[in-house]
């Protein structure tokens, strides 16, 4: 298989019994070392609701998050079961400032909901 990251081959190991089963895996072992996944969690208080950002990775860094969609998958949908009453919002990179907020409040403030975003990258 080919890294989506660094574009490099490299070999899954397999056993008798997942010999012929046919995974897809996108990043290999030195790039998911390399850039690690590491939920951060932060809550602002809006003016009737709040707003609850995850991030995926703790620092800001250069590579393709398509190698990530697997485990970016999984982590959306374990969190829109737990957080059923919530409004979900997805984005690769967030740049918290006041602008940004503000419109998160308006949108909170029309679907009437508390909004959890889920970005990649998290810009302060």
């Known amino acids: 298989m080919i890294c989506f990251n660094c574009k490099k081959k490299f070999y899954v190991k397999r056993?008798?019994?997942?010999?012929?089963?046919?995974?897809?895996?996108?990043?290999?072992?030195?790039?998911?070392?390399?850039?690690?996944?590491?939920?951060?969690?932060?809550e602002i208080p809006l003016e009737s609701y709040g707003l609850y950002i995850v991030s995926v990775f703790k620092n800001i860094y250069k590579l393709n998050l398509d190698a990530y969609q697997k485990e970016i998958s999984r982590i959306l949908e374990y969190l829109t079961l737990k957080f059923k009453e919530y409004f979900l919002?997805?984005?690769?990179?967030?740049?918290?400032?006041?602008?940004?907020?503000?419109?998160l409040n308006f949108l909170a403030d029309t679907q009437k909901k508390s909004i959890l975003l889920v970005c990649c990258e998290l810009k302060k």
Request: glycine content about 0%; aromatic content about 18%; charged content about 25%.
């Open 89 to 103: 919002v997805y984005l690769d990179s967030f740049k918290e400032n006041d602008v940004n907020i503000e419109l």
């Open 15 to 42: 056993n008798f019994l997942s010999l012929f089963e046919t995974k897809k895996y996108y990043i290999c072992n030195a790039c998911k070392s390399s850039y690690p996944i590491h939920l951060e969690y932060e």
